[in-house]
Nanobody
Framework: QVQLVESGGGSVQAGGSLRLSCAAS????????MGWFRQAPGKEREFVSS???????NYADSVKGRFTISRDNAKHTVYLQMNSLKPEDTAMYYC????????????????WGQGTQVTVSS
C-alpha cells in the first residue's frame, strides 16, 4: 500500500556531506508525516528528523545545525541533507512514514524503507 525507497548513502570522511532521498508512494505522500531514523550496530533505532505534511520540521539534538530535512511534494520525495558529518553519524538510515501526526518515536511509524548505509570515517 505504501512504498518507501531510500537512496544516497555511502562512505565519506568526517566533515563531509551526503544527501539522502526517500521516494514515497504518490497516492499517500501529501497526507503523511515523513521521518528519518538511524540504527547503528548494538544500538536502538534513533530518531533523526521529521517533517509534517505542511513542512514543519523537527530534529534530534545530535544533528541540529548539521542536518536539514525537506520535502518536494511535486516529486513525492523527502530529503535529508547531512553536513559536517561525524563518525558517530555512522548508521543504517531509514525513511519512515506515518499518517497525519509526526512523532519522534520509531514505534509510532507504520511504514519503513529498506534503509541506506551511511559510513563516516575519521
Amino acid at each position: 500500500q505504501v512504498q518507501l525507497v531510500e537512496s544516497g548513502g555511502g562512505s565519506v570522511q568526517a566533515g563531509g556531506s551526503l544527501r539522502l532521498s526517500c521516494a514515497a508512494s504518490a497516492y499517500i505522500y501529501s497526507s503523511y508525516c515523513m521521518g528519518w531514523f538511524r540504527q547503528a550496530p548494538g544500538k536502538e533505532r534513533e530518531f533523526v528528523s521529521s517533517i509534517t505534511t505542511n513542512g514543519i520540521t523537527n530534529y534530534a539534538d545530535s544533528v541540529k545545525g548539521r542536518f536539514t530535512i525537506s520535502r518536494d511534494n511535486a516529486k513525492h520525495t523527502v530529503y535529508l541533507q547531512m553536513n559536517s558529518l561525524k563518525p558517530e553519524d555512522t548508521a543504517m538510515y531509514y525513511c519512515a512514514a506515518r499518517f497525519a501526526f509526526c512523532p519522534a518515536v520509531a514505534g509510532d511509524f507504520a511504514y519503513w524503507g529498506q534503509g541506506t548505509q551511511v559510513t563516516v570515517s575519521s
